[in-house]
């Protein structure tokens, strides 16, 4: 299901789910507040409704530059449980160990 640019209208967008009025509103609400859509009322055929527009984030590769599965020579072998297995491929290990960030254990309670 694609809007465009020019949204959707909420009362549209739940038949189209076969949701409630009521659950659909909800749902925008939680949807709304957590920063995915944008809602901008809108009178419709003589009633009030909601424009719902998805909002835009960028991606980053980042988190990702360097992993070694990329230009690793047995990729095509590589599968959990397979011949190389990505749980137990020291490359990888190595690489998710040298990036990520240290992690601070907190003391047990006793």
Known sequence: MEAGEEGILQSELWRL???TS????????RLERRGL????KELYKGRWTYR???RTRK?????????PCFTCPDNFRCSP???VDPVTCERLVR??????PMVEKK???E
């Not at 859509?37 to 901008?40: D, E, F, G, S, V």
């Not at 690489?95 to 990520?100: G, I, K, R």
């Open 22 to 29: 009521r659950e659909g509103s909800r749902i925008a609400i």
């Open 37 to 40: 859509i944008i809602r901008k």
């Open 17 to 19: 789910l076969g949701a």
């Open 59 to 67: 991606i980053s590769i980042e988190s990702i530059r360097g992993c």
């Open 107 to 109: 003391p047990e309670e």
């Open 95 to 100: 690489w998710v160990l040298e990036t990520a």
């Open 52 to 54: 719902l527009f998805a």
């Open 81 to 83: 449980g397979g011949v």
